[in-house]
C-alpha cells in the first residue's frame, strides 16, 4: 500500500516539509521585494541616467542577465568568501536572488516607461509640472500597470529559481524533499508532492497580480 | 513692461543638420488671434512648440510679457535656464496638441485639475471648482468622471483645451487640433476655439482648416520653407495672396465648410 506509507511519511516530516515551505516562502518573498526595490533604481538609471550611469546599469543587466542563477548562487556563496565577504547560505542565496531579480525589474521597469508615449510628458511639460512631478504623477501610474504582468511572472521566476540555492545548503523546500526521500525512497511521490506545492506558490502569486491587475484597469 | 505679449526675434532652430527655422521674427499684441497657416514641414509646429520650449533652440529669442523664454543672453553667452525656471515659464503658455495627449489614467476632471494643484498649488477645492468651470464651458461638465477612453476624439480634445486653459495662461498654443478627428468632430472643437476668441483670448493657432483660419483670425501668418513667407489680414491673404508661394498653397487647401 504504496499511497498509505507515502501519506504516513508525509504526515510524520509535516514539521520539516512546513518549514521548507517557509524558508522557500521568506526567501522568494525577501527577494523579491529587494531586488524590485534595486530593480526599480536600476530601470531608472537605464532610461533616465546620465551617459556613464546608464552605461554601468546596462552591463550590470546584460551580465546578470547572461549568466545562470545557479552561477549567481555560487559567485555568492563561495566567491565572495574569497574576497572576505563570508556569507551563510540563507543570506548568499537571497543575494544571488535578489541581483537575478533586479536585472529582470529594470529592463521591465526600462521597458515601460520607454512606451509611454512622448507626447504624456509633452502634456505635463506644457503645464507647468517639473519633471519630478511629471514622474510622480504621469508616467509612475501608467508605468506601473503596464509592469504588472511582467513583475507577477518573474516573482513566479524567483520562486522556482529558489529550489537552487537547495545546492548551498539552504533548508528551502526542494532540500527538505530529498533528504525525505533519501529516507524513505518514495522519489517518485515526494517530488510530485513539491511539485504541487511550487505550483500552489506561484498560483496564488498569479491569482494576486490578476486581482491588482483587474482592480487598477482603466475603465474604457 | 512690454507693448507685445509675443516677441519672436530672430528664431533659429535646428534639428541634427536640418534647419527648420531659418531666421522666424513675429510680434504679437494681448488679444491677437493668429493662424499659422502652411505646408507640412514648413516650421509652424516647431516654432510653436519653440514658444514653450517643448524644444530647444539655437538662436534668437522668444520673449512673453518682455521675458526671456529658455534662456539667458548675457553678452555673448546664452544659457539654457535652470528647469525648474523654464516649468514655471512653460505655464506662461497653455498648449493643445493634435494627439490630444491626455492623461489615460485620470479622470477628465482630474486631467484639468492636476497642473492646478501641482504647478499653480491651489488647494483641491479651488482647483476643482476651476476644472468645473471649464469643463463647463467646453460642454463636458457631465463628463467629468469620464475617463479619457470612454470620450469621443473631439470630447478628448476639449479636455485637454479646458486642461490647457485652466492654468489661465496669457497665451494659448493649439498644435494642429482638429488633425486627428473624425470630420463630423472637428465643428465641436473648432466652436469652442471660436468661443475662446470672443472673449479676447490670445491664441497662436497652427492649423489645416483654411475657412476657420479665415473666420477666426486677427492676422494669418503663412510659414515657408522656415521663414515667414507672408502674413497680413485674413481677407487679403486669401482673396490677394502676394507671393507665388502662398497663391499655390491656398489652391492645393481646399476652403471647405
Known sequence: MEFAAFFDQAWAARVAISKGLGTTVAVSAVAICLGTILGVGVGLALTYGVRPLRWLARGYTDFIRGTPVLVLVFASYYVLGTVGLDLPPFEAGVLALTVFCSSHVGEIVRGALQAIPTGQTEAAKAIGLTFAQTFAYVLAPQALRQILPAWVNTAAEMVKASTLLSIIGVGELLLRIQELISRTFLSLDFYFFAGVLYFAVNYAIERFGRYVERRSALPT | MSDYLLEICNLHKSFGAVEVLKGVDCLMRAGEVISVIGSSGSGKTTMLRCINMLEDFQDGSIRIDGEDIGYEVLGDARRRKKESEIARQRALTGMAFQQFNLFPHMSAIDNVMLGLVKAKRLTREAARAVAERWLDRVGLRDRAGHYPGQLSGGQQQRVAIARAIAMNPKLMLFDEVTSALDPELVSEVLQVIKGL???????????????????????????????IGEEGDPREMFNRPRTERLAEFLKSSPFTK
Open chain 2, 197 to 227: 476668441a470672443a472673449d479676447g483670448m490670445s491664441m497662436l493657432i497652427v492649423t489645416h482648416e483654411m475657412r476657420f483660419a479665415y473666420e477666426v483670425s486677427t492676422r494669418v501668418i503663412f510659414m515657408n520653407q522656415g521663414r
